[in-house]
Each structure stands twice: as structure tokens, then as C-alpha cells.
């Protein structure tokens, strides 16, 4: 069965830093592309970064853009997204996804599986 289970979420004071990881199981980690979403009460799910494994781009929100980092560990099947100078507009709930088909960028829809999420709170 296919596995994303997400961790590292919390409470962290504007300026701080976080780093998620999104364990998986159950597929081939390197033939599929990534992402990262997020969705803030009362507002739709958006992507915040996504990562091909089989050719290694990577694009992200221009919101996050030199603040995130995607990154994959093929050693034990485990996508990180490192977050530094979180702000308060920040705080989602975050979730990882797969897609099996290239092109797929932040079209949530497009994915296949998802994760339960993991909560993200910015304090000011």
C-alpha cells in the first residue's frame, strides 16, 4: 500500500524554522514527482513547492521562494521540506502528495495520493 506520512509540524515564533518530512512506503520513491501543499483555514489548498525524483526539478510559490527548500533522501524514501523565516501567513496545515505524470506542478488535483498532513502555526 502506498504510504506518505507526514511530520514536523508545530508552533514556531515568526523568523523560526521547521523542517517537514514526509515518510513513504509502498511505491518506486524515484519515478515520481512531489509536492508540498498547504491550506490555511477558510482558504483553498495551494502548492507550495514540488520536486521531480526522476530529473530532479524542483519549483516553489513565489511566497516561499529563497525561504523553502525541497528536498528527497533516496536512502530512506523520505521528502523534506525545510522552512526558515516562517511567518504568520505561513500557518497551514501542510501535506505531501505523489503524482505519477509529469507536468503536474500545483494542480492538486492531479495527484494521486496524499498524506494526513501535519499542522504548521506562525506566531507573530
Known amino acids: 500500500d502506498v504510504r506518505l506520512v507526514e511530520s514536523g509540524g508545530g508552533l514556531v515564533q515568526a523568523g523560526g524554522s521547521l523542517r517537514l518530512s514526509c515518510k513513504t512506503s509502498?511505491?518506486?520513491?524515484?519515478?515520481?514527482?512531489f509536492g508540498w501543499f498547504r491550506q490555511a483555514p477558510g482558504k483553498e489548498r495551494e502548492g507550495v513547492s514540488w520536486l521531480s525524483n526522476r530529473d530532479h526539478s524542483s519549483a516553489y510559490r513565489d511566497s516561499v521562494k529563497g525561504r523553502f527548500t525541497i528536498s528527497s533522501d533516496f536512502t530512506t524514501n523520505t521528502v523534506y521540506l525545510q522552512m526558515n523565516n516562517l511567518q504568520p501567513e505561513d500557518t497551514a496545515v501542510y501535506y505531501c502528495?505523489?503524482?505519477?505524470?509529469?507536468?503536474?506542478?500545483?494542480?492538486?488535483?492531479?495527484?494521486?495520493?496524499w498524506g494526513q498532513g501535519t499542522q504548521v502555526t506562525v506566531s507573530s
Open positions: 509502498g511505491f518506486s520513491f524515484d519515478d515520481f514527482i
Open positions: 502528495a505523489i503524482a505519477w505524470s509529469d507536468g503536474v506542478a500545483f494542480r492538486a488535483s492531479a495527484y494521486d495520493y
